[in-house]
């Protein structure tokens, strides 16, 4: 099956710098990387997503890269602010099983 | 307002003792999904539905029951036979399930073992 890497597992940043988070899968037959963000006592929200067809996506200040011949792809926060404070998973979705399988999450903390 | 709805928000569970967890949404979606959080760990698939009357086991389904009468409901149930209950439910909703569509979640149901 699917194995997603996620990297770090925490993370650190001054409010108004740049956050970086970065999966691997394992499974060519995955097309689908949704971006989750997880409050507190929360469900996960989907934040961002991109599919295998494309290489980079925009969302205001919330970014996706994907490297489909590495089999990485890269979430990236810009200009932080103290409420991107969260838990982030990465996720890929899978064909051949057609399950979406999770990283280990990112605790993010902007510090003001 | 749609969404998905899970119930309740916290659950104690004596020792032998099954329980059932709630789940129910209003997205009109086919797909419904559970999933098991431990602490440093990504979200595990417990059993998902692409269809009424029909679910299939995920990764970690041993100890685990559901049923999907109707679409708007996939009711979970923690039974005895499961050693180690104690995690964060989240219940999940998609448009299809064989497609890749996003999935949507609910808020959680934390369950404790007294």
């Known amino acids: 099956g699917e194995n997603v890497e996620q990297h770090p597992s925490t993370l650190s940043v001054q409010e108004g710098d740049s956050a970086v988070i970065k999966c691997t899968y394992s499974d060519s037959a995955s097309n689908y990387f949704p971006w989750y963000k997880q409050e507190l006592g929360k469900g996960p929200q989907l934040i961002i997503d991109i599919r295998s067809n494309v290489g980079e996506k925009k969302d205001q200040r919330i970014a996706v890269t994907l490297n489909k011949t590495a089999k990485h792809f890269s979430l990236h926060i810009t200009e932080t602010q103290p409420e991107d404070s969260a838990v982030y998973f990465c996720?890929?979705?899978?064909?051949?099983?057609?399950?979406?399988?999770f990283g280990a999450g990112t605790t993010v903390t902007v510090r003001a | 307002d749609g969404g998905i709805t899970q119930s309740p928000k916290y659950l104690f569970r004596k020792e032998g003792q099954n329980v059932t967890l709630s789940c129910e949404q209003n997205?009109?979606?086919?797909?419904m999904y559970w999933y098991r959080q431990d602490p440093g760990q990504g979200l595990r698939l417990i059993y998902y539905?692409?269809?009424?009357?029909?679910?299939q086991k995920g990764d970690i389904a041993e100890g685990y029951s559901v049923s999907r009468e109707k679409k708007e409901s996939f009711p979970l149930t923690v039974t005895s036979a499961q050693k180690n209950p104690t995690a964060f439910y989240l219940c999940a909703s998609s448009i299809g399930g064989d497609s890749n569509q996003p999935q949507h979640f609910g808020d959680g149901t934390r369950l404790s073992i007294l």
């Open positions: 996720a890929a979705f899978s064909f051949n099983d057609y399950k979406l399988s």
């Open positions: 539905s692409q269809i009424v009357n029909d679910f």
């Open positions: 997205l009109n979606h086919d797909a």
